[in-house]
């Protein structure tokens, strides 16, 4: 048996200001740096044996803070990293609509057939992540360790939804806050979902459980 932690990074002032990330490079702000420590504290598990994180510094933050309490080390994913927004990057909300109306609207409403412009589409984002993960549910099932992914809300919601058997349409019906917390369980391969986007340990310092994508 393997042990899943899904936590998405902690806040950012692109999230703050509703900018869409992908893959830029954005710090967390001094409430993410909070968040992380407050994750690290009220960890929902009483071990964690590995840690995997994104590559981008946001997520390998976060990581690096929680896998400090339990004396670990970061390795650094690629396969993790958020999805390509493209020239959609720094953008908000209203400037992507300005813009690409037609394109925002699929988005929005139909993730699965979607093009970003210069940027990935949800299909190439679950393959390249869903790959990495098998190979890591593979590397530690006969261990019987509980192993921590640290990454972003789009390419959680892309895996989430395919342990979870659920087209690609529906990817917005997972909500993931900052540094939410998803647990799977994996027997023999076989996927059972213990718990989707917990903010507890936020709610336990009385910081805000929500956030943006």
């Given amino acids: 048996m393997t042990k899943i932690v899904f936590i998405r990074h902690g806040q950012t002032e692109w999230n703050k200001s509703g900018k869409y990330q992908g893959q830029s490079d954005v ?3 001094e ?3 909070e968040q992380a420590r407050c994750l690290a504290k009220h960890f929902p598990l009483d071990r964690l044996d590995c840690v995997y994180s994104s590559d ?3 997520s390998m933050a976060t990581a690096e803070t ?3 309490r339990f004396g670990l080390k970061v390795h650094k994913e690629e396969a993790f990293r958020e ?3 493209g020239d959609w990057e720094g953008l908000t909300y209203q400037e992507i609509v300005s813009g690409w109306p037609e394109a925002m609207t699929n988005f929005l409403t139909h993730p699965d057939l979607m093009e970003i412009p210069h940027g990935e589409t949800f299909a190439q984002v679950q393959k390249r992540a869903m790959k990495r993960l098998w190979e890591i549910v593979a590397e530690h099932e006969d261990k019987d360790q509980v192993v921590g992914i640290f990454a972003h809300g789009a390419v959680l919601r892309a895996m989430l939804t395919a342990i979870m058997q659920m087209p690609l349409s529906k990817v917005w019906t ?5 540094t939410a917390v998803s647990i799977v369980r994996f027997d023999q391969g076989y ?3 213990e718990l989707i986007n917990s903010t507890a340990h936020l709610v336990m310092e009385g910081l805000s459980g929500k956030g943006k994508i």
């Fill in 27 to 29: 710090a967390l702000s």
């Fill in 31 to 33: 409430e993410g740096i």
């Fill in 56 to 58: 981008l510094q946001r």
């Fill in 66 to 68: 929680v896998a400090g």
């Fill in 83 to 85: 999805i390509s927004f």
């Fill in 174 to 178: 997972l909500s993931q806050y900052n």
């Fill in 191 to 193: 996927p059972t979902v």
